[in-house]
């Protein structure tokens, strides 16, 4: 199983940008995918997280920022983000639970993706 993120970039402070993720492999199903985000010197934290279901959940310092969506079809997760601030700067990391086989579900990171939010 592959788990590829993009989009990140530089961006000014206000501005918007969308983080799509994309799983591939073989992928018996797709359970929770969310994003999370490092910034220098602090710990990794959740930004958004769906359920297979399509229930949310948003950290608090993102709440009405960001949203977050997923097409079961093709395994996809994308975190949109708008009204973006310096604080939101870091390296934003794409997370699945993916079962391989009914019995068996691995935790999957991607590779990061860089956001730089300018003043």
């Known amino acids: 199983v592959q788990l590829v993120a993009s989009g990140g970039g530089l961006v000014r402070a206000r501005g918007s940008l969308k983080l799509p993720c994309a799983a591939s492999g073989s992928i018996f199903r797709i359970n929770d995918m969310g994003w999370y985000r490092q910034a220098p010197g602090k710990q990794r934290e959740l930004v958004a997280q769906?359920?297979?279901?399509?229930?949310?959940n948003y950290a608090d310092s993102v709440k009405g920022r960001c949203t977050i969506c997923r097409d079961n079809g093709k395994n996809t997760v994308d975190l949109q983000m708008i009204r973006l601030k310096t604080e939101d700067a870091a390296v934003h990391y794409c997370n699945t639970f993916i079962q391989v086989s009914r019995s068996y579900e691995f935790e999957y990171w991607g590779q990061g993706t860089q956001v730089t939010v300018s003043s």
């Open positions: 769906i359920t297979s279901g399509g229930s949310t």
